[in-house]
């Protein structure tokens, strides 16, 4: 079945410590890309990538780090999480030539305290 | 800047009556637009999508769409609303400022509108 699988689905933490949220698609799509979802802001873009090695800042970066070291895979990572970074993450993917249909995980909720 | 507004934060309907979802935008050049819906506890789906050719476009589950460029309006339209329909509804437009060598770009979403659907 084709899915974006994102992990964790549910995360409690605290301010300052390290945390990663993995994606991983199984469709061969070149395109990921990272989003934040609040209440009244919609979907912003945090990070989106390419393919393999080729990332890029989206809206809002702040805070955040990715890396693309496989095709599959685009790992969200959040260095010193921050109380504002309480959010809703959905990754997405889709390929590289395609206008736009774009395939998105089930999400991930973070709460940072 | 390209941009994509939805005017209204709710949208409530009968069951049986027929629904819109409207949906405005801002692009320099031919737009590409979306409509994606968003379950409950769900990540977003793909409803259906206008790129050229004829302004009615039509999707998933019963839906439809209207592409007006002179009111600059692609707002999401079922002619009769089912309960299962409630969920919350994004419109997207592409990016075409972030466009990589007239492929892929960025979609820029709206901020959601919250469709209720009453038996």
């Known amino acids: 079945e084709a899915q974006v699988t994102q992990n964790p689905r549910y995360l409690i933490t605290v301010t300052g410590k390290k945390l990663t949220v993995t994606c991983s698609q199984n469709?061969?799509?070149?395109?990921m890309s990272w989003y934040r979802q609040d209440p009244g802001l919609g979907l912003r873009q945090i990070y989106y990538s390419m393919n393999v090695e080729v990332t890029d800042k989206g809206d809002v970066p702040e805070g955040y780090k990715v890396s693309r070291k496989e095709k599959r895979n685009f790992p969200l990572i959040l260095e010193s999480p921050s109380p504002n970074q309480t959010s809703l993450y959905f990754c997405?993917?889709?390929?590289?030539?395609?206008?736009?249909?774009?395939?998105f995980g089930e999400g991930s909720r973070l709460t940072v305290l | 800047a390209q941009s994509v507004a939805q005017p209204e934060d709710q949208v409530n309907v009968a069951e049986g009556n027929p629904l819109t979802v409207k949906c405005t935008y801002s692009?320099?050049?031919?737009?590409?637009l979306f409509w994606y819906v968003q379950y409950p506890n769900r990540g977003l789906q793909f409803l259906l999508k206008?790129?050229?050719?004829?302004?009615l476009v039509k999707g998933s589950y019963g839906f439809e769409a209207e592409f007006n460029k002179s009111q600059t309006s692609f707002h999401l339209k079922k002619p009769s609303a089912l309960v299962s329909d409630s969920a919350l509804y994004f419109c997207?437009?592409?990016?075409?400022?972030?466009?990589?060598?007239?492929?892929?770009?960025?979609?820029?979403f709206g901020k959601g509108t919250k469709l209720s659907v009453k038996p």
């Open positions: 469709m061969n799509h070149e395109y």
């Open positions: 997207a437009v592409r990016d075409m400022g972030k466009a990589y060598g007239g492929s892929q770009g960025n979609l820029i």
């Open positions: 206008y790129i050229t050719g004829d302004n």
């Open positions: 692009v320099s050049g031919n737009p590409y």
């Open positions: 997405a993917s889709s390929f590289r030539g395609s206008t736009g249909e774009l395939f």
